[in-house]
């Protein structure tokens, strides 16, 4: 079993910044990729950032140039730096890893608001 746990989640004003971490226990040996999704309220999950165990990265475009995902291996931890965050942020954000047979772990979820 694997357990996602985030934090870092808050209020933050439009061009401000924020970091996220998520932290992963349990049975890890099997996990490759993490990543963040989010979630904002009427609409579906969507992609934000992932990072495979070597470092190679992929982001949605709406965030490309502003956030960045980062992954300490040692500490089993996956954060995402938000920089010039702007009010279509706000959304539940949540970590996810995938196991190397596909599966997909999910965290609980954090908010993340941006409102001036």
């Known amino acids: 079993q694997v357990q996602l746990v985030e934090s870092g989640g808050g209020l933050v004003q439009p061009g401000g910044s924020l970091s996220l971490s998520c932290v992963v226990s349990?049975?890890?040996?099997?996990?490759?990729?993490m990543g963040w999704y989010r979630q904002a309220p009427g609409k579906q999950r969507e992609l934000v950032a992932t990072i495979t165990r070597g470092g190679r990265t992929n982001y949605a475009d709406s965030v490309k140039g502003r956030f960045t995902i980062s992954r300490d291996n040692a500490k089993n931890t996956v954060y995402l730096q938000m920089n010039s965050v702007q009010f279509e942020d706000t959304a539940v954000y949540y970590c996810h890893a995938v196991r190397d047979d596909g599966f997909v772990y999910w965290g609980q979820g954090t908010q993340v608001t941006v409102s001036s």
């Open positions: 349990g049975s890890i040996l099997r996990i490759n990729t």
